[in-house]
């Protein structure tokens, strides 16, 4: 006897309602995806005819603070808990303001790849790094249970914090730390058939590591596996990493892409398929991953955004492109001022023609459309950077203390220009050793440049840099 549910001609009726919403959805698709990427950005997939049939004809889209959704009966209700029909249900699972967002940034992070690409938008970047990463590790399908990753050790704190005490410590998932991540050979000694996935962030926070995607697709691929990059510093108005073969990205929504500051969220997607040994008993999870994340770790997990987070973070999205073109430049001017300050020993930006990476990383971070003059992108490479003051790391702190304008803050990504030092804040808990593999020396300060005049900028620098 099957197990498959059978279902009645009412719940039917509601299945082939929804084909007919499903191919209207396609056309609004097809159309978008001729779209260049700032209309994309502004608009997602909410249209004109959206607003006018469903939405009392608001040219922005609504936010939905509702729990919950009504159904019509219990047909329409079953068909809609089977998943059977476009649904929200409940905000845990769904809601209508967070799709606007998950449709623009599968739109976004897939624009010029002509890939199709879903997306499921979390609570958190942390979140969304979970749950890239976890469906991997904890499947107990696969061959041997001896199970690990590859990871740069060139990764934001928490990422550390769970890769290392989560998933090692506490579950016996081996993590194999790469401390070269531009070295791809580093990368081939550590993988070998019990390795579920390869971890990349680039550009990393704060050390500006970086490394040759393609390549690292490769690799991942040779062994059947994916590549996840966190391209939090980057965002896709720099850098898309699926263009390069990467298979899942993650970002931290509340760095740059909300650069206004005003919520806490994160976003992974993915290519559909991307490639795995796993997921034989769910078709779902090779062909669409971030659609089996959405279905079923992160209902089950409760890592859903608030619709007011989503639709703060859709509304700082419009403008990425071009808010990321100014403060990477603002960014470049502040880097090669303390490039030659007396009192800075080292700067660390990919800009910077002398940064050993930054050959690398100009393939890959261009400021989407944007032209040179000849038919090029042109290079921008964000506005996070380093630069290690002279001395013992008292004098970083002296200098850090003495900042005016600049905030002292653990936050990146910011309109304002923001600073920390990674070692006693974002990465003080992976401990010393940790920080001295993932080069994180206590003479580090994290800048990340806002959309201030870089005058302004460079002067508070330099009067915090006096004081030595
Ligand atoms: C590169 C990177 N990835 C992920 C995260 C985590 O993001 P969130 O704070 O939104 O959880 C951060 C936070 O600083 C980050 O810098």
Known sequence: MSDQPTYGPDVQAYIDRAKILLAERAAVLARARTMKFDTLAVHGLYTVEEALRLNQGAIIEPVYFSTSQAYRDAAELEAALAYLIPTWCYTRIANPTTTYLEETLALLEGYGTGLDTSCCVTASGLAAIVLATDPFVIRPEGGSQRVNFVSSIQVYGGTFQHFSVRLMGERGVECRWVLQPSDIGEWAARVDEDTRFLFMEAPSNPQQSFADLKALAGLAHRWEIPLIVDAT?????????????????????????????????????????????????NPLFREDFAQYVKLYPYRDSGAAPSPLNAFLVSNDLRTLRSKMDLVSLNCQK??????????????????????????????????????????????????????????????????????????????????????????????????????RLADIPPQLIRLCVGAEHPDDVMADLDQALAAL
């Open 233 to 281: 510093c980057a965002t896709p108005a720099l850098m898309r990493p699926l263009a390069h073969g990467a298979d899942i990205v993650v970002q931290s929504l509340t760095k740059s892409a909300t650069m206004g500051g005003s919520a806490v969220a994160g976003a992974l997607v993915s290519r559909k398929p991307i490639v795995t040994k796993l997921g034989r008993d």
């Open 334 to 435: 502040v880097a090669e001022f303390l490039r030659t300050h007396p009192r800075v020993y080292q700067v660390d930006y990919l800009g910077l023609p002398d940064h050993p990476l930054h050959g690398i990383a100009g393939t890959h971070m261009k400021l989407v459309d944007s032209d040179d003059g000849t038919g090029n992108e042109v290079n921008r490479y964000g506005h996070l950077m380093g630069f290690r003051v002279d001395g013992p790391p008292e004098n970083a702190r002296k200098v850090f203390d003495r900042f005016r304008m600049i905030y002292r803050a653990t936050d990146l990504g910011r309109i304002k220009s923001v600073a920390t030092i990674p070692a006693i804040s974002t990465h003080q808990q992976q401990g010393e050793e940790a920080r």
